[in-house]
């Protein structure tokens, strides 16, 4: 006989219940402990990777600021002078350097072009007019000035504006030729070497050679010192003589050529070069507070002549200020500045679209189209392409405009703006006049890298003309001239182009 021991229906639900919370309180735990693993796993991998996260690069930029009515004149405060050049070749006065400013900032694009270059030779006589360069390039210089510092990008700009790869090679040979010929105190010629320096400078600069370049960097450097030394010691203003009246022309083109060295070599790629900044400061700041009360520049920067300037000076002052502007430092009364000379440009146009000189008809025997491109330009780099004033002068240049080496129609310096002007235009008057003028400059080179003498043995239609001559300055100026012409292709584009 067998005994069975049977359990009562509740004891059986007791049992049950206990073993289904038992199953869901284990799969509970097995959750929580998998969840605690990966929070574990997690924070170890993320100590071992914290030295390796990569550093934020930080630049700095100054938001825009409202013109300050200050009283006129500079600082008497001058800093000490930079050593002479032959020292600084030795020493190490460029360096790089990292901006100590927080947060990182984007790119900004300009919506306008760039900057270029009066009627005769500028100088007081009636006007003035490494193969790769720089591998990388910082975002703080605009946009449109990137575009000329890897010889690829160069290229894509030449062939895509009418230019050919013979310009580029002309303009290197002419680089080569111009670091041969300097003076050993950074200066070139002896005739006028405060404007000459600015010239050449520009002409590196265009072609993206900085103080760093590995070519041509003591040349830029020796030159930009040269003029640091020569604002330094006269209280920011920058020229050859300053007993004489037309020290102006110096002037102005020496502050461009300092302040585009100032965006490229400084902002661009972190070079320090001693007292830049307080050079272009000083005598940029001189050139907007000696503007004459009625709108231009004048000679011996008089503020109430009764002349009242000419174009030719304004051309240049209005350069010298765009490259001010692009430095992003800050000038008391720029924008005011800008405008009065651009009311007073405007004053000079007559109906046909040609530009006076100091009035509103026309210079001497000149036809008004040299005139014509200083103002045109002015316009185009402070405002646009399609304004009146502007427009204006290109259809009268594209009809009037004439250009051959080897006869009187070959002002030189005319065509430095009017290269400037017509791409920025763009259109069917730019293909006209690259065709005039690309050719010409090309056929004309030396095998040295210098230019040909112009003219052909006529005197040439230009008010002054030095650059016409065979001598040292001449030459210079001339090659200088020409190798801005050809850079051009890549320094600006046409109008439609969106500015980069």
């Known amino acids: 006989m067998s005994l069975h021991a049977q359990l009562s229906p509740e004891a059986q639900s007791r049992i049950a219940a206990q073993r289904r919370t038992s199953t869901l309180t284990s799969l509970v735990i097995a959750l929580l402990v998998m969840t605690l693993i990966g929070v574990v796993l997690m924070i170890i991998a993320l100590a071992s990777d914290v030295n390796n996260i990569p550093a934020i690069q930080y630049t700095s930029v100054e938001g825009p600021k409202d013109d300050k009515l200050e009283t006129k004149r500079t600082t008497d405060t001058i800093m000490r002078k930079p050593s002479p050049p032959s020292a600084m070749r030795t020493s190490a006065i460029v360096t790089k350097s990292s901006s100590p400013v927080s947060i990182p900032v984007p790119e900004i694009t300009p919506t306008e072009s760039d900057f270029g270059f009066g009627d005769g030779d500028g100088f007081g006589n009636g006007g003035f007019g490494d193969e790769g360069g720089q591998g990388s390039f910082q975002p703080n210089i605009p946009a449109i000035s990137r575009k000329r510092c890897t010889l690829a990008d160069r290229m894509d700009r030449l062939l895509s504006n009418g230019g050919n790869k013979e310009c580029e090679d002309s303009v290197v040979r002419a680089l080569r030729w111009l670091k041969e010929t300097q003076n050993k105190d950074g200066s070139w010629t002896n005739q006028k070497p405060v404007g000459m320096t600015g010239l050449a400078l520009l002409a590196f600069l265009g072609h993206c050679e900085t103080a760093g370049s590995e070519e041509f960097g003591e040349t830029v450097l020796a030159a930009t010192t040269y003029l640091i030394n020569r604002s330094m010691k006269n209280k920011g203003k920058i020229g050859s003589d300053l007993k004489d009246n037309h020290w102006c022309y110096e002037h102005a083109i020496a502050v461009y050529a300092l302040a ?32 004459h009360k009625g709108g231009g520049w004048d000679y011996a920067y008089s503020e109430d002549s009764s002349r009242g300037g000419d174009v030719s000076i304004v051309g240049w002052h209005l350069q010298a200020l765009k490259a001010c502007k692009y430095t992003g430092l800050d000038f008391a009364n720029i924008s005011r500045c800008y405008k009065k000379a651009l009311d007073y440009v405007e004053r000079m146009q007559m109906p046909s679209g040609a530009i006076g000189y100091a009035s509103p008809s026309l210079h001497g025997s000149q036809d008004g189209t040299t005139l014509a491109a200083v103002g045109a330009l002015c316009f185009q780099i402070w405002k646009s392409s399609s304004n009146r004033v502007a427009r204006k002068a290109v259809r009268f240049m594209d009809k009037e405009m004439k250009f051959d080496w080897n006869s009187a129609d070959s002002d030189l310096y005319g065509h430095y703006y009017a290269v400037q002007c017509m791409m920025n235009n763009g259109g069917a008057e730019w293909e006209r006049y690259n065709k005039l003028f690309r050719d010409q400059v090309l056929n004309n080179q030396d095998k040295n890298g ?17 650059f016409a001559g065979d001598g040292g300055h001449g030459r210079h100026y001339r090659t200088c001239l020409a190798t801005l012409m050809l850079e051009t292709y890549y320094r600006f584009l046409p109008a439609g182009n969106g500015g980069n």
């Open 450 to 466: 210098s230019f040909k003498v112009i003219g052909g043995g006529a005197k040439i239609n230009a008010v002054g003309g030095t």
């Open 260 to 291: 585009e060295a100032y965006t490229l070599c400084v902002k661009g790629f972190d070079e320090n070069i001693v007292q830049l900044e307080e050079a272009v400061m000083a005598s940029g700041q001189f050139l907007i507070n000696s503007q």
